[in-house]
Nanobody
């Protein structure tokens, strides 16, 4: 599976941004997908995850109520809608795919990673 994240950019605090992650492969809908982020000098942090059928989602505490993960299996794409952005959301955002469906809030549970897209939120 190859993943290509896009949609990052510069936005003011309180604004919105939508990220996309396009995946290769014909079995995309079998992979749980996740978004993580990494700020300079910090560890990679769980943001959101979604099951293969899109029926179950999970979010990191810092983004609950502001971010929404979704997927379109027909387009082999997973999305992250980010609203009410804060300067502390500034990071490189990575999408990832897991072969198994457990521990989806853990970096080590994912087998494939995209290259990352930078999100900068100005105050």
């Amino acid at each position: 599976v190859q993943l290509q994240a896009s949609g990052g950019g510069l936005v003011q605090a309180g604004g919105s941004l939508s990220l996309s992650c396009a995946a290769s492969g014909r079995t995309f809908n079998s992979y749980p997908m996740g978004w993580f982020r990494q700020a300079p000098g910090k560890e990679r942090e769980f943001v959101a995850a979604i099951r293969g059928n899109g029926g179950t989602t999970d979010y990191g505490d810092s983004v609950k109520g502001r971010f929404t993960i979704s997927r379109d299996n027909a387009k082999n794409t997973v999305y992250l809608q980010m609203n009410s952005l804060k300067p502390e959301d500034t990071a490189v955002y990575y999408c990832a795919a897991a072969r198994l469906g457990w521990g989806l809030n853990k970096v080590g549970s994912y087998d494939y990673w995209g290259q990352g897209t930078l999100v900068t939120v100005s105050s």
